[in-house]
């Protein structure tokens, strides 16, 4: 018999603005512009949150987290993470890996990735060595290329304990 294995993939994507800060994976990136959202808009927390619940079957973050919510407001993405991370403990979910995207020209996403990995491995009790970040560019081609924002693509791998 198979192992209870699912696969899920998550996207998100965050417009460059002023005024705000730069956090991505629960790192504050030192950059001219910050990311504009509900939250604190961290594109990279929000994509893997995304990529978990599609693998358990528990929702998506618009559902969980809905920025109509102002309790949402300004918050911590890592403090979503969490509140996902618990949501899948109590189903008896238990994560294999996350494999990370980050497009952007800027800023580079190496210099601060150990960190990032660093901050979710805490949060989802795995090893960092379960948990890739890469970053990539697009050759200054669309909005990514442009430095309008951020893009991320994410996939999870979880298995169901019986």
């Known amino acids: 018999m198979l192992p209870n294995l699912r696969v899920g993939s998550g996207f998100d994507?965050?417009?460059?603005?002023?005024?705000?800060?730069?956090?991505?994976?629960?790192?504050?990136?030192?950059?001219d512009k910050g990311l504009a959202g509900h939250s604190d808009a961290d594109v990279l927390i929000h994509s893997i949150i995304d990529s978990l619940l599609g693998a358990s079957g528990l929702g998506d973050i618009g559902r969980l987290f809905p920025d109509t919510d102002d309790s949402f407001k300004n918050i911590s993405s890592m403090i979503l993470l969490e509140k996902t991370a618990e949501n899948l403990f109590s189903e008896k979910w238990r994560i294999i890996n996350i494999d990370n995207v980050i497009v952007c020209q800027e800023p580079r996403i190496s210099l601060y990735s150990d960190k990032m990995k660093k901050n979710i491995s805490e949060i989802l009790k795995i090893s960092t060595d379960l948990v890739s970040i890469k970053g990539k560019t697009t050759e200054r081609l669309g909005f990514t290329g442009r430095d309008e924002g951020i893009a991320v693509f994410s996939t999870a791998l979880l298995f169901r304990e019986d």
């Open 13 to 31: 994507v965050h417009a460059f603005c002023s005024g705000r800060k730069c956090i991505i994976g629960g790192v504050e990136i030192p950059h």
